[in-house]
């Protein structure tokens, strides 16, 4: 399995970005994939995940109603639509896979994405 994420970068305070993260390898169907984001000297937390089968989502709290997580079957990919962004979400943003349903602990993801850095800045 290969993730490969893009569409970091810099954005003034209250713009948008989409992150996407190309997967291939393997039929993910019976997947989840997630969105994580470390930040310097901070731990790896859970931004959003989706069950590829069935599209159902999870958002952490501190995104819900600015941040879209979508998946496109056709092309095997995964976005991250990020509206309204503060500089408290600057991070270096991670995708993720996992075999089964999601969950939020990035300990349980089996295939991690080269990271993309998103600054915001105020």
């Known amino acids: 399995v290969q993730l490969q994420a893009s569409g970091g970068g810099l954005v003034q305070a209250g713009g948008s970005l989409r992150l996407s993260c190309a997967a291939s390898?393997?039929?993910?169907?019976?997947?989840?994939m997630g969105w994580f984001r470390q930040a310097p000297g901070k731990e790896r937390d859970v931004v959003a995940a989706?069950?590829?089968?069935?599209?159902?989502?999870y958002y952490a709290d501190s995104v819900k109603g600015r941040f879209t997580i979508s998946r496109d079957n056709a092309k095997n990919t995964v976005y991250l639509q990020m509206n309204s962004l503060k500089p408290e979400d600057t991070a270096v943003y991670y995708c993720?896979?996992?075999?089964?349903?999601?969950?939020?602990?990035?300990?349980?993801?089996?295939?991690w994405g080269q990271g993309t850095q998103v600054t915001v800045s105020s």
């Open positions: 993720a896979a996992r075999l089964g349903r999601w969950v939020a602990a990035a300990n349980w993801y089996d295939y």
């Open positions: 390898g393997r039929t993910f169907s019976g997947y989840a």
């Open positions: 989706i069950n590829w089968s069935d599209g159902s989502t």
